[in-house]
Nanobody
Framework: VQLQASGGGLVQAGGSLRLSCVAS????????MGWFRQAPGKEREFVAG????????YYRDSVQGRFTISKDNAKNMVYLQMDSLNSEDTAVYYC???????????????????WGQGTLVTVSS
C-alpha cells in the first residue's frame, strides 16, 4: 500500500485548503482512511477519518463543521477540505490507512498500518 498526500501550503487565517491523498497497491473497499496532523513539539493527532466502503466519517471536535473528508472511489483518492483555517491548524498533515475492524480506534495513530508522507499546512494570522 502506498499513500501520497499533497495540497499543503501557506494560507491566511480564515482561508481554505484542500488536501489530497492518492492510495494505491490494493483494493480499499474494506479500509478506513484517516487524516492526522502533527504540530511542532506535539503528538500526532487524529483529524478526520472515513470508511471507504460505507462512507461514514468522523472528526475531531475542533475541526467539526470546518473540515470535510471525502473520497473518490474511481480515483482512489481521499480529500480533506479545510475551511475557516486558524493558526492552531498549522501542522504537517498525514494520510493513513488501515483495514476496517470492529473495535479498532479511529483516532489512535497506532491502529493505522500505512502512512503517506506529510504535507505542511501553515496558517498565518
Amino acid at each position: 500500500v502506498q499513500l501520497q498526500a499533497s495540497g499543503g501550503g501557506l494560507v491566511q487565517a480564515g482561508g481554505s485548503l484542500r488536501l489530497s491523498c492518492v492510495a494505491s497497491g490494493r483494493t480499499f473497499s474494506t479500509y478506513v482512511m484517516g487524516w492526522f496532523r502533527q504540530a511542532p513539539g506535539k503528538e500526532r493527532e487524529f483529524v478526520a477519518g472515513i470508511a471507504w466502503g460505507a462512507g461514514n466519517a468522523y472528526y475531531r471536535d475542533s475541526v467539526q463543521g470546518r473540515f470535510t473528508i471525502s473520497k473518490d472511489n474511481a480515483k482512489n483518492m481521499v480529500y480533506l477540505q479545510m475551511d475557516s483555517l486558524n493558526s492552531e491548524d498549522t501542522a504537517v498533515y498525514y494520510c493513513a490507512a488501515r483495514k476496517f475492524s470492529w473495535g479498532s480506534s479511529w483516532s489512535d495513530p497506532a491502529s493505522y498500518d500505512y502512512w503517506g508522507q506529510g504535507t505542511l499546512v501553515t496558517v498565518s494570522s
